[in-house]
């Protein structure tokens, strides 16, 4: 209620919490694989209750064809929850790009 009226979209990527943690490079090789797991406090939260608790609709976004149907309300929370070979995939990709050239 304290923002002009507006059209807009929270797009959140749920990939089931703290991925991202491997990634670092300062991490690299200081953990075992038990304390990798309780670093990366893997969870099953939803944002669908975050995104009512603002008046918002709320989609979880599973597959590509979700993407056609989404609300088109005033504000949206859409979720997209990758499988975990996305996640995979997409830090494999990351990793091997160049970002020391502009």
Same mark, same amino acid.
């Given at each position: 209620? /304290?923002?002009?009226? $507006?059209? =807009? =979209?929270?797009?959140?990527?749920? +990939?089931? @919490? @703290?991925?991202?943690? =491997? /990634?670092?490079? &300062? !991490?690299?090789?200081?953990?075992?694989?038990? /304390?990798?797991?309780?670093?990366? +406090?893997?969870?099953?939260?939803?944002?669908?209750?975050? &995104?009512?608790? #603002?008046?918002?609709?709320? /989609?979880?976004?599973?597959?590509?064809?979700? !993407?056609?149907?989404?609300?088109?309300?005033?504000?949206?929370?859409?979720?997209?929850?990758?499988?975990? $070979?996305?996640?995979?995939?997409? #830090?494999? !990709? #990351?990793?091997?790009?160049?970002?020391?050239?502009?």
């Amino acid at each position: 209620p /304290q923002l002009p009226a $507006a059209r =807009r =979209r929270i797009v959140v990527i749920n +990939n089931g @919490g @703290g991925k991202i943690f =491997r /990634q670092l490079p &300062a !991490l690299a090789g200081s953990f075992t694989e038990a /304390q990798w797991e309780a670093m990366e +406090n893997a969870h099953a939260v939803r944002f669908q209750g975050w &995104a009512e608790m #603002w008046g918002l609709t709320w /989609q979880r976004i599973r597959t590509p064809a979700d !993407l056609r149907n989404l609300p088109d309300s005033p504000g949206a929370v859409i979720e997209i929850v990758p499988a975990p $070979a996305q996640t995979e995939s997409f #830090w494999r !990709l #990351w990793r091997a790009l160049d970002f020391t050239t502009p």
